[in-house]
């Protein structure tokens, strides 16, 4: 099992990035999907997560700002990231775990988020 994460880069304050996490090897439904980053010099940090029936949740700092979202017949786990601040800057990570009918989990391999002038 592989996750795949695009759509990093460097973007100005205010302005929206998406990042896309493509899962190569197996079907995403069962599994409840995050993204994760890690600031430089900070630990790392749950952003977003989404359960297999896409009930969504969000950390404060990002709420009605980030949206998580799902495609299960395509194993697509996207993050849109708008009105980005330059706190956001960190590497994204994509994450899904299970726990039934075993425990699992999968990391992506990380993606660059820099918000600058």
């Known amino acids: 099992v592989q996750l795949v994460e695009s759509g990093g880069g460097l973007v100005q304050p205010g302005g929206s990035l998406r990042l896309s996490c493509t899962a190569v090897?197996?079907?995403?439904?069962?599994?409840?999907s995050s993204w994760y980053r890690r600031a430089p010099g900070m630990q790392r940090e749950l952003v977003a997560s989404i359960t297999n029936d896409k009930q969504a949740d969000y950390a404060d700092s990002v709420k009605g700002r980030f949206t998580i979202s799902r495609d299960n017949v395509k194993s697509i786990i996207d993050l849109q990231l708008n009105n980005l601040k330059p706190e956001d800057t960190a590497v994204y990570y994509c994450?899904?775990?299970?726990?039934?009918?075993?425990?699992?989990?999968?990391w992506g391999q990380g993606t660059q988020v820099t918000v600058s002038s």
């Open positions: 994450h899904v775990y299970r726990t039934s009918p075993y425990v699992d989990e999968y």
């Open positions: 090897g197996t079907d995403l439904t069962p599994y409840t």
